[in-house]
């Protein structure tokens, strides 16, 4: 048995508000839309992760989704252009990492980063 994908499911009562926030910022693409459901991905292989934690690392709050990206500044130019609010960061973590948290517009902490 070999595990082919995990989804991330996030209660939504306009689903259709994900738009600007999923594929605005981050490019995602719209790969199914039931009208009370639309998924959003990428056509290429992702490496399945479940990560388990009692804090979000340098006493940030465990963000509801972490989502990592090959080039931090445009990811954060597209949010400050939409005036998002930065919740943490961006900062270089001792572990590797550079990142910072947003909320997506039903209220989830996103952690965005990207290995230095």
């Not at 994908?5 to 994900?18: G, H, Q, S, Y």
């Not at 340098?58 to 080039?71: A, F, K, M, Y």
């Amino acid at each position: 048995m070999k595990v082919k994908r995990i989804v991330t499911n996030i209660e939504a009562a306009n689903p259709e508000k994900a738009e600007a926030f999923y594929k605005g910022i981050f490019g995602l693409e719209l790969v199914m839309d039931h009208g009370w459901i639309r998924t959003y991905g990428v056509d290429s292989e992702m490496t399945v992760q479940v990560s388990i934690a009692s804090e979000g690392g340098s006493g940030t709050p465990v963000p509801d989704l972490s989502i990592e990206v090959d080039d931090l500044d445009t990811v954060l130019a597209r949010v400050k252009d939409a005036k998002i609010a930065i919740e943490y960061g961006p900062k270089v973590e001792p572990w590797g990492i550079r990142r910072f948290y947003v909320r997506d517009p039903f209220g989830k902490l996103i952690n965005v980063l990207q290995h230095e």
